[in-house]
């Protein structure tokens, strides 16, 4: 299988609640909740870089889609990384995240590897690691 990867979808309780933490919050750009005519079909698109995007998706709409049972959300199964230039704008992200809503899992902080990182949680538990690493830089 060659990689190819084009949606992360993650699941959330409250549609309305995500967008407004991820559009109105952190300023990612979407075009706000689709589909909403269909059922389980409520989905929020966010454009993250070219070729990949993020959505919001009821976690019963996806229960449903799946015919997987509803079960409860775990914050360490996954986590997103969101990788940025300096450790200054790891502090700027983490804070914007607080002001958005967010929980601050561990604090911005210098890293055994030789980074710059912290954990926030979205309204729903979603983990994002908000890193500057000095051998992975963002373009």
């Known amino acids: 299988m060659k990689p190819s990867i ?21 300023g990612f750009a979407t075009d706000g909740i689709v589909g909403q005519e269909f059922e389980h079909g409520a ?19 996806i229960a449903h ?4 049972a509803l079960s409860l959300p775990s914050a360490t199964e996954m986590t997103l990384g969101h990788n940025v230039a300096s450790k200054a704008a790891v502090d700027a992200v983490m804070g914007q995240a607080v ?22 949680q979205d309204p729903d538990g979603h983990l994002w690691e908000v890193v500057w690493n000095p051998a992975f830089l963002p373009q």
């Open 65 to 68: 889609d799946t015919g997987l």
């Open 6 to 26: 084009t949606v992360i979808t993650l699941g959330v309780d409250d549609l309305e609640a995500s967008l407004r933490f991820y559009r109105d919050g952190l």
């Open 99 to 120: 002001v958005a809503g967010a929980a601050i899992v561990k604090a911005a902080h210098d890293t055994f590897w030789g980074g710059y990182s912290g954990y926030f």
């Open 43 to 61: 989905v929020v698109f966010i454009d993250l870089q070219p070729g990949l995007r993020l959505a919001l998706w009821p976690r019963k709409s």
